[in-house]
Protein backbone atom coordinates (compact mmCIF):
# COMPACT_ATOMS: atom_id res chain seq x y z
CA UNK A 1 0.00 0.00 0.00
CA UNK A 2 1.76 3.69 -1.11
CA UNK A 3 0.62 6.95 1.00
CA UNK A 4 1.07 9.70 -1.80
CA UNK A 5 1.31 13.01 -2.01
CA UNK A 6 2.57 12.61 1.87
CA UNK A 7 3.10 16.74 3.27
CA UNK A 8 -0.49 17.77 1.49
CA UNK A 9 -4.06 18.09 1.63
CA UNK A 10 -5.63 14.74 2.90
CA UNK A 11 -2.12 12.90 3.20
CA UNK A 12 -1.70 13.69 6.95
CA UNK A 13 0.31 11.81 9.74
CA UNK A 14 -2.70 10.27 11.14
CA UNK A 15 -2.73 7.83 7.76
CA UNK A 16 1.20 7.08 9.36
CA UNK A 17 -0.10 5.45 12.53
CA UNK A 18 -3.08 3.93 11.40
CA UNK A 19 -1.84 2.21 8.46
CA UNK A 20 1.18 -0.22 7.25
CA UNK A 21 2.47 1.53 4.04
CA UNK A 22 5.44 -0.05 1.55
CA UNK A 23 6.29 3.41 0.09
CA UNK A 24 5.34 6.85 1.29
CA UNK A 25 5.37 9.58 -1.52
CA UNK A 26 6.71 12.82 -0.50
CA UNK A 27 5.35 15.77 -2.75
CA UNK A 28 6.93 18.17 -4.47
CA UNK A 29 5.42 21.27 -2.48
CA UNK A 30 8.23 19.80 -0.10
CA UNK A 31 10.74 20.19 -2.47
CA UNK A 32 10.06 23.66 -3.87
CA UNK A 33 10.85 24.67 -0.19
CA UNK A 34 14.59 23.36 0.19
CA UNK A 35 15.93 26.81 -0.40
CA UNK A 36 15.44 27.92 3.09
CA UNK A 37 16.62 25.98 6.44
CA UNK A 38 12.80 25.81 7.47
CA UNK A 39 11.97 23.82 4.14
CA UNK A 40 15.16 21.85 4.67
CA UNK A 41 14.03 20.90 8.54
CA UNK A 42 10.44 19.78 7.23
CA UNK A 43 11.61 18.29 4.37
CA UNK A 44 13.95 16.02 6.76
CA UNK A 45 10.99 15.54 9.30
CA UNK A 46 8.85 14.35 6.54
CA UNK A 47 11.24 11.56 5.67
CA UNK A 48 12.25 10.55 9.22
CA UNK A 49 8.38 10.33 9.58
CA UNK A 50 8.03 8.11 6.77
CA UNK A 51 10.91 5.83 8.09
CA UNK A 52 9.37 5.75 11.26
CA UNK A 53 6.87 3.67 9.56
CA UNK A 54 9.20 1.32 7.66
CA UNK A 55 8.44 2.36 4.11
CA UNK A 56 10.10 3.34 0.91
CA UNK A 57 10.58 7.06 0.85
CA UNK A 58 10.06 8.21 -2.73
CA UNK A 59 10.44 12.26 -3.49
CA UNK A 60 8.53 13.44 -6.53
CA UNK A 61 8.96 16.48 -8.02
CA UNK A 62 12.46 16.64 -8.03
CA UNK A 63 14.48 19.18 -11.36
CA UNK A 64 17.24 20.82 -10.11
CA UNK A 65 21.02 18.90 -8.93
CA UNK A 66 20.78 20.82 -6.26
CA UNK A 67 17.59 18.95 -4.65
CA UNK A 68 18.67 15.25 -5.78
CA UNK A 69 22.14 16.23 -3.58
CA UNK A 70 19.78 17.30 -0.58
CA UNK A 71 16.93 14.75 -1.06
CA UNK A 72 19.95 12.22 -1.51
CA UNK A 73 21.82 13.67 1.57
CA UNK A 74 18.78 12.86 3.90
CA UNK A 75 19.12 8.91 3.44
CA UNK A 76 15.67 9.00 0.31
CA UNK A 77 17.02 6.13 -2.50
CA UNK A 78 14.15 6.84 -5.01
CA UNK A 79 13.44 10.10 -6.74
CA UNK A 80 11.44 11.59 -9.56
CA UNK A 81 11.28 14.31 -11.53
CA UNK A 82 12.50 16.46 -14.37
CA UNK A 83 15.90 16.20 -13.36
CA UNK A 84 15.83 12.80 -14.85
CA UNK A 85 13.67 12.88 -17.63
CA UNK A 86 10.39 14.91 -18.97
CA UNK A 87 7.65 13.12 -19.74
CA UNK A 88 7.26 11.21 -23.42
CA UNK A 89 5.88 9.22 -25.44
CA UNK A 90 5.86 5.43 -24.60
CA UNK A 91 7.92 4.86 -28.57
CA UNK A 92 10.67 7.58 -26.96
CA UNK A 93 11.02 5.40 -23.97
CA UNK A 94 11.63 2.19 -25.93
CA UNK A 95 13.82 3.93 -28.66
CA UNK A 96 16.31 4.95 -25.58
CA UNK A 97 16.39 1.62 -23.67
CA UNK A 98 14.48 3.11 -20.94
CA UNK A 99 12.08 0.73 -20.73
CA UNK A 100 12.45 -3.25 -21.61
CA UNK A 101 9.67 -4.79 -23.27
CA UNK A 102 8.01 -7.11 -20.94
CA UNK A 103 7.20 -9.53 -23.51
CA UNK A 104 10.78 -10.66 -23.73
CA UNK A 105 13.22 -12.51 -21.82
CA UNK A 106 15.37 -10.61 -19.43
CA UNK A 107 18.82 -11.67 -19.22
CA UNK A 108 19.50 -11.53 -15.37
CA UNK A 109 22.96 -10.82 -15.60
CA UNK A 110 21.74 -7.19 -17.41
CA UNK A 111 21.62 -4.96 -14.18
CA UNK A 112 21.95 -1.70 -16.62
CA UNK A 113 18.60 -1.30 -17.63
CA UNK A 114 15.87 -0.70 -14.68
CA UNK A 115 12.48 -1.39 -15.56
CA UNK A 116 10.38 1.92 -15.14
CA UNK A 117 6.26 1.16 -14.13
CA UNK A 118 4.31 3.65 -12.84
CA UNK A 119 3.68 1.87 -9.82
CA UNK A 120 6.16 4.06 -8.06
Known amino acids: MHLDDFG ?19 DRTLVLNL ?3 RG ?23 EELEEVEFVSS ?5 IQGYYYYRPMSQQDIFAQ ?6 GSEQDESDNSKAIVTDSV
Open 8 to 26: TGYSSLAYLSRFDFDKVKI
Open 40 to 62: RDLFSLAVQLGKISNAEIVVEGV
Open 97 to 102: NLLKDF
Open 35 to 37: DTQ
Open 74 to 78: VGVRY
